[in-house]
């Protein structure tokens, strides 16, 4: 089992950049593809980037493709998301997932959820 805990969210300005933390425990992050989802209010949790370090794996929203880079530190257990111009749709409560078996874009193939940071870009 793996317990997960975001850090780095806050209130920034359309054009501005945000790195977010999530910071592993009970468990190496290289044995699990490791997700970023987002969930805005009113709005479905979706996808925003996954990467699987033992494959060297990434993938991407189309929404955040070549504005958005996962990453993760196997020293510090710890996924990080960096954030570049940020968009007023790019608020949103940011989540970190595992999934013990794929690297899936896909909420349901998760198996274990961080609390979530929020994000909050104004224009």
């Known amino acids: 089992q793996v317990q997960l805990v975001e850090s780095g969210g806050g209130l920034v300005q359309a054009g501005d950049s945000l790195r977010l933390s999530c910071a592993a425990s009970?468990?190496?992050?290289?044995?699990?593809?490791m997700g970023w989802f987002r969930q805005a209010p009113g709005k479905e949790r979706e996808f925003v980037a996954a990467?699987?370090?033992?494959?060297?794996?990434?993938v991407y929203a189309d929404s955040v493709k070549g504005r958005f880079t996962i990453s993760g530190d196997s020293a510090k257990n710890t996924v990080y998301l960096q954030m570049t111009s940020l968009k007023p749709d790019d608020t949103a409560v940011y989540y970190c997932?595992?999934?013990?078996?794929?690297?899936?874009?896909?909420?349901?193939?998760?198996?274990?959820w961080g609390q979530g940071t929020q994000v909050t870009v104004s224009s």
């Open positions: 009970g468990r190496t992050i290289s044995d699990y593809g």
């Open positions: 997932a595992a999934d013990q078996l794929l690297l899936s874009r896909r909420a349901e193939h998760y198996d274990y």
């Open positions: 990467t699987r370090m033992s494959t060297s794996s990434t």
